[in-house]
């Protein structure tokens, strides 16, 4: 019997429905999801609009290739720049975040013609070639992904930025936050830093959206709170909200050529009638400013409950250090208290719920951290 090649599931557990911000598994319990398979689900689990807007696109036509003109391409780009607020930016689609950065990385060598990336300590930008190069985690860089061209930098290091940005840069890659490596935030004076230097060398800035983008901050990425414009930015993962769909936005300095960048499935139908939903939606239902007021209401709260060791992140992009390992901590959450949530290393734990949930799930949130936090700790 075949089997899969996997070390997942961590938990023996499947949800069979979604609706919202919860999940039911296969015996009919109901968990409370707060972090959207990994930061995916932005707009809540089986939206209304979003299931008819997919349903109706089943219905006509699900795929063809790029070869031909598909007019949802053209409406997901002009109500991305709309929202996002780079009206003047190009979108490349495809079909994740780590091909996104991939074609982001192609795109800066091709328009400088150099070869240098820096790139930054704790940082990911996924499990493909380029970007596995790109990401400082030796467990998962394979010999044929190791790059001789890659520095990698402290985070939120300037004076190590201004030293080693050059005239040699092809390009800096850096999440606005970092994500699996700890919701670290990018200082203003550090994006600002990289911006400038850029700019004086004629490397590319690529700011890694791909977590901490799509509105999760309150603000569509979460650069846009340094107030800096990067000349590439990268996304995936909430753009769907559960569909498999990418995208790079362009600096107008790029001018788009035959074969320069392509994709098989990048920008099909069903991808681009899930990204428009996802945009009505966001747009429709104010969902930037509800990540804005319920990340500062579920951070007010996180500090009221205490005993953790630092607290970090923007809007609903949350992470919990303790000085204990959070294991146990997780699986009462879990297994209790019937609520998913995700971890950002050993002692931290991740929030990235939908950008609807509201006051009810997030006090359920609280009362069940409050409950479980001080036990778990004296058990440390």
Known sequence: ?????????????????????????????????????????????????????LTKQLNSISFYSNSVKISLQEELAEKLGALSGY????????????????????????????????????GFHGR??????????????APINFNEHVSFLPFNDVESA??????????????????????HVCTDEFLQTLRRKCDETGAILILDSVQCGY??????????????????????????NGFPIGGVLISPKFKASYGLLGTTFGGNHLACAAGVAVLDIMKEEGL???AAQMGEYLFNGIREVGGYKEL?????????????????????????????????????????????????????????????????????
């Open 162 to 183: 201004e030293a080693s940005i050059t005239d040699e840069t092809c390009a800096v890659i850096v999440e606005g936050i970092q994500g699996i490596g700890g919701i």
């Open 128 to 141: 493909t070639s380029g970007a596995v190069a790109v990401t400082d985690n030796p467990s998962i860089v």
């Open 215 to 240: 509105g999760r901050t309150g603000k569509f990425f979460s650069h846009q709170f340094s107030g800096i414009h990067p000349d590439l930015m990268t996304m995936a993962k909430g753009m769907g």
């Open 87 to 122: 009206p003047d930016y190009q979108l490349f689609l495809c079909n994740s975040g780590a091909e996104a950065n991939e074609n982001a990385l192609k795109l800066a060598s091709f328009h400088n013609g150099r070869t240098k990336i820096v790139a930054f300590k704790k």
């Open 1 to 53: 019997m075949s089997q899969l090649f996997n070390v997942y599931p961590l938990y023996d557990i499947e949800p069979v429905k979604a609706q919202g911000s919860y999940l039911w598994d296969t015996h009919g319990t109901q968990y409370l999801d707060l972090y959207g398979g990994h930061a995916v689900i932005s707009v809540g689990h089986c939206h209304p609009y979003y299931v008819e807007m």
């Open 288 to 290: 930037l400013e509800n």
């Open 312 to 380: 970090r992140g923007r809007g609903l992009m949350i992470g919990i250090e303790y000085g204990f390992p959070i294991k146990a901590l997780r699986d009462k959450l879990l297994f209790e208290h019937k609520m998913f949530t995700g971890v950002a290393g050993a002692n931290t734990i991740r929030l990235l719920p939908s950008l609807a949930i509201g006051k009810e799930e997030a006090d359920a949130f609280l009362e069940a951290l409050a409950a479980e936090v001080k036990q778990v700790s004296n058990v440390g």
